[in-house]
């Protein structure tokens, strides 16, 4: 599944040599003044113009001040909030690390205001395109903010992400709600510094019953952070901390705040779980990468006839087999402890997909079509772009696989958290796959992650998560 943030950058190329900025014609202030009894306003729509600051904005009582080379002003324009160390042309005078500064382009113009970090390679982490104050209040209602899009777009939802970084203009904090219990991760310098504010706002928000810090991600230590695990605010019992209750969907699951997967659950694919459920009334069904059976349990409470999940997790596999039971559903559902690679290939046999699949069972034998619905929700395979074919392999083998256990008229919904491989790559992969296994393809279902996990397009580290339905059309 998904990193538990964006993926860490990767150094951009270096730039060629620029001259050092000068006021020029366009650095004075462009706005004009207008005579209030001027007739008419124009009637073409200007789109407005940033703020021109004038040169005594860098004297000593105004913000520290970064300005960017030439060229790299256009990303953090659109709204992407990362100045990366080699898109610095200079700094007007020494910022403590965390504290807030200014940037602007080459030519003077105000781009934004945000958290400074010399030990990053991410050097400012912008959080607004003006000059406002970046302190509690503002924090505040940008939290709150992110809240309220939760409420609008994931209403039934009691536990979701309330913050995710990037996605809600918080570059570097992540807040999950658990029912009444938040965790927080900070992997910025400038957020973990303000710990306590973030801690006094979101209990005015949310009146949580605690508030769990899980900083333990590596992404930490490029900003020069330490790890720090704990009870920040409330109270928590350690059973509850490895075995805290939580509603998705309104079915049981439960969340290991201290040895859990990112900051303990899957969140991201909550609505998913609802919308490939409906496809799954009477169908024998294929949960592969199961974690605790978020699709498993969600298609046996729709009326699956079976239900197989399959995980290399014991601990998930376990936790899956209880919760099967706690919520109703254990006359349907079988949980495995295996390597879905392993598994699938014991069922379809040594073949095709090329030389890694050499390691396949000897003698492995093809069996029937088993199921109607095949859930397939792996990992990343790839955390960067250079092992992207590797990736793509191996994305093709599982659907290959599962495609021949599928039954005519089956339906095989996918996902791939990779930010690296899009939707068309993705496509294609699975193309390929039911070219050599011989399946036409009809695609039923786009899907995408969870409105709590948000995507601005201009911020590409963003989106990370697609998925598809396809009904495997007979001959
Ligand atoms: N479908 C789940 C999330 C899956 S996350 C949900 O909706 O909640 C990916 C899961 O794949 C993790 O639980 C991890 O343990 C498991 N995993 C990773 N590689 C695996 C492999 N080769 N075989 C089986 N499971 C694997």
Redesign the pocket.
């Known amino acids: 599944?998904s990193p538990s943030t964006v993926p860490e950058p990767s150094p951009t190329p270096d730039q060629p040599p620029v001259v050092e900025p000068r006021p020029t014609d366009e650095s004075r202030p462009v706005r004009e003044t207008r005579a209030i009894r001027e007739p008419r306003p124009p009637r073409e729509y200007t789109p407005p113009k940033p703020d021109v600051i004038r040169a005594d904005d860098d004297s000593e009582d105004a913000l520290p001040t970064i300005y960017l080379k030439p060229g790299e002003a256009d990303r953090i324009l659109v709204g992407h909030p990362w100045v990366y160390e080699s898109s610095v042309l200079r700094l007007t005078r020494q910022a403590a690390d965390g504290e807030v500064v200014q940037v602007k382009d080459h030519r003077r113009r105000l781009l934004g205001v945000g958290f400074y970090n010399s030990k990053s390679k991410i050097r400012v982490r912008v959080l607004s395109p003006n000059r406002v104050e970046i302190d509690e209040a503002f924090l505040e209602q940008r939290i709150a903010a992110a809240l309220a899009h939760r409420r609008r777009f994931l209403p039934e939802a009691t536990s979701f992400r309330v913050v995710n970084a990037e996605g809600d203009r918080l570059s570097g904090l992540i807040v999950d709600k658990y029912e009444d219990v938040l965790v927080v991760q900070m992997s910025s310098l400038g957020m973990d510094c303000r710990k306590q504010e973030i801690v006094r706002i979101l209990e005015r928000l949310l009146a949580p019953r605690a508030i769990v810090e899980r900083n333990d991600m590596g992404a930490r230590k490029f900003e020069g952070l330490e790890d720090a695990n704990g009870v920040l605010s409330g109270a928590l019992t350690d059973a509850e901390q490895a075995a805290l209750p939580v509603r998705l969907n309104g079915l049981k699951f439960e969340v290991n705040l201290v040895s859990g997967?990112k900051t303990g659950l899957?969140l991201d694919?909550q609505p998913n779980?609802a919308f490939v459920a409906r496809l799954a009334k009477g169908a024998r069904v294929l949960?592969a990468?199961?974690?605790?059976g978020?699709?498993a349990l969600t298609a046996a409470r729709a009326g699956a006839k079976s239900v197989v999940g399959?995980?290399?997790?014991e601990e998930?596999i376990t936790t899956a087999r209880r919760l099967a039971e706690e919520n109703g559903f254990a006359a349907v559902c079988t949980f495995e402890t295996?390597?879905?690679?392993d598994w699938l290939r014991a069922r379809t046999g040594i073949a095709e997909t090329g030389p890694e699949t050499a390691s396949a069972a000897p003698g492995a034998v093809a069996t029937d079509p088993a199921f109607d619905l095949i859930i397939l929700?792996?990992?990343s395979f790839t955390r960067n772009r250079a092992s992207v074919p590797d990736a793509l392999r191996g994305y093709k083998e599982i659907h290959l696989r599962a495609l021949k256990l599928l039954a005519p008229g089956g339906i095989l919904a996918t996902f791939c958290c990779s930010h690296h491989v899009d939707a068309q790559t993705f496509e294609a992969a699975i193309l390929e796959a039911a070219r050599d296994a011989h399946r036409l393809l009809r695609r039923v279902a786009v899907y995408t992650q969870s409105p709590d996990h948000p995507v601005f397009p201009s911020v590409p580290e963003t989106e990370y998560l697609k998925g598809f339905a396809f009904e495997v059309v007979g001959a």
Do not use: E, L
């Open positions: 599944m997967h899957y694919q779980h949960d990468f199961s974690f605790m978020g699709f399959i995980d290399q997790s998930a295996a390597n879905v690679f929700d792996p990992p």
